[in-house]
């Protein structure tokens, strides 16, 4: 059972542009939603993260969007770089289930120069 | 650099073979993980260790073996592997707390022969 759902897959954006990965989830129980940037070789890092009770949060050039009635958030990439090229996962959390991480399919993004 | 350590970094092994992942942290977090992760798929969650005690294992097959000697170490001991077991192994940290993310460190690259 896919309880957050990621999309799209992949992803080619050229440089300066704005990509955009959404994710839906089903389970209300979720409390925390973190996405994770993962290179090759290398473990998730982790970029950004939102509460359920807030609507947007921006770091730097990362944004995430949260619609709790919808129950599906995105994250934008502002300004893209080619270094931005990675895999984006994101992710949910529920801390009464033993701070159980869920995590989407993951999203493929390619900046080109 | 990740604040979670793991090593080895890459690991061959038979399948008679008996031999050990560890994986380190310094941040005082209450929470380990470990996470198998199959090429292009997401992190899939193996075990969870909450204070030093084993409390969530997702049905993982006996011949992983988690061990949590303090709260700066977990170690996964592996016996008997298959070659379908071949993937990257993640340990990751968090604190037991509400909204508290996970850390990952980089990972020990497994390959069953």
């Known amino acids: 059972q896919q309880q957050v759902k990621q999309s799209p897959q992949s992803l080619i954006v050229q440089k300066g542009g704005i990509p955009i990965i959404n994710c839906a989830y089903e389970n209300t129980a979720f409390d925390y939603f973190p996405w994770y940037q993962q290179f090759p070789g290398k473990g998730p890092a982790l970029l950004i993260a939102i509460r359920p009770d807030v609507s947007e949060k921006k770091e730097g050039r990362f944004t995430i969007s949260f619609n709790k009635s919808a129950k599906q958030f995105s994250l934008h990439i502002m300004d893209s770089q080619p270094g931005d090229s990675a895999t984006y996962f994101c992710a949910a959390l529920r801390f009464n289930a033993g701070n159980m991480l869920t995590f989407g399919g993951g999203t493929r993004l390619m900046v080109k120069p | 650099d990740t604040e979670v350590t793991q090593t080895p970094k890459h690991l061959v092994m038979g399948m008679t073979n008996k031999k050990s992942l560890k994986c380190e942290q310094h941040m005082g977090h209450r929470a380990m993980y470990w996470y198998k992760q199959k090429a292009k798929k997401p992190p899939e969650l193996m075990f969870v260790y909450s204070y030093e005690k084993l409390s969530i294992n997702e049905s993982v097959p006996s011949r992983f073996s988690p061990e949590c000697p303090n709260s700066s170490l977990l170690n996964l001991h592996l016996h008997a592997l298959q070659p379908e077991d071949s993937a990257l192994y993640l340990c990751?940290?968090?604190?037991?707390?509400?909204?508290?993310?996970?850390?990952f460190g980089n990972g020990t690259r497994l390959t069953v022969t």
């Open positions: 990751a940290s968090s604190q037991f707390s509400l909204n508290s993310p996970l850390h």
